[in-house]
T-cell receptor, first 111, second 115 residues
Framework: QKEVEQDPGPLSVPEGAIVSLNCTYS??????FMWYRQYSRKGPELLMY????GNKEDGRFTAQVDKSSKYISLFIRDSQPSDSATYLC???????????FGTGTRLQVFP | GAVVSQHPSWVICKSGTSVKIECRSL??????MFWYRQFPKQSLMLMAT?????????EQGVEKDKFLINHASLTLSTLTVTSAHPEDSSFYIC???????????FGEGSWLTVV
């Protein structure tokens, strides 16, 4: 079993839809949770950073962490074609710098 | 957000030659930098972790003599692919951890093609 599981997609939605992206993990020691967006042939861009459980909102993006279920989510409201990219979840424990990545979910938002 | 710059963005080299890729944190100090490679439609694979002023820690299966990493200052780390072969062709990405926190930012990546 991989430490972090993420559906690779692709996920195709119409413009304006609410998108839900998810990851599950097995290591209960993970405390830091991140979502990155990666456009084709570019480096990942940090979208959201969360410590421990709870919700965090930034504009159209909301990150949720449910440590009891070992489940994290990224919601994108009012999705735009420019949101089309691969979304990677990543996480780490409190005493290491190493990020463990999901495989990434490819999102396509069509006009 | 913080800026991490990689150079070159893309490079083509002949088989057997060496290529150096630079990773710079432009507006923050980074005691720790990471090097990844990514194959098409796959996730990032951590190659090594470099700490300023000390030897890099390589992940299992990564040849340290082939992928030389130097982290000479708090804002610069370099990856040198020595005696490159076509199978080394890949997308190489660096990231840097902000010294004062836990946030990690990525560079734009460097495309290496070995012919």
């Amino acid at each position: 079993q991989k430490e972090v599981e993420q559906d690779p997609g692709p996920l195709s939605v119409p413009e304006g839809a609410i998108v839900s992206l998810n990851c599950t993990y097995s290591n209960s020691a993970f405390q830091y949770f991140m979502w990155y967006r990666q456009y084709s042939r570019k480096g990942p861009e940090l979208l959201m950073y969360t410590y421990s459980s709870g919700n965090k909102e930034d504009g159209r993006f909301t990150a949720q962490v449910d440590k009891s279920s070992k489940y994290i989510s990224l919601f994108i409201r009012d999705s735009q074609p420019s949101d089309s990219a691969t979304y990677l979840c990543a996480m780490s424990t409190i005493n290491t710098d190493k990020l463990i990545f999901g495989t990434g979910t490819r999102l396509q938002v069509f006009p | 957000g913080a800026v991490v710059s990689q150079h070159p963005s893309w490079v083509i080299c002949k088989s057997g030659t060496s290529v150096k890729i630079e990773c710079r944190s432009l507006d923050f100090q980074a005691t720790t930098m990471f090097w990844y490679r990514q194959f098409p439609k796959q996730s990032l694979m951590l190659m090594a972790t470099s700490n300023e002023g000390s030897k890099a820690t390589y992940e299992q299966g990564v040849e340290k003599d082939k992928f030389l990493i130097n982290h000479a200052s708090l804002t610069l780390s370099t990856l040198t692919v020595t005696s490159a072969h076509p199978e080394d062709s890949s997308f190489y990405i660096c990231s840097a951890r902000v010294s004062s926190g836990n946030t990690i930012y990525f560079g734009e990546g460097s495309w290496l093609t070995v012919v």
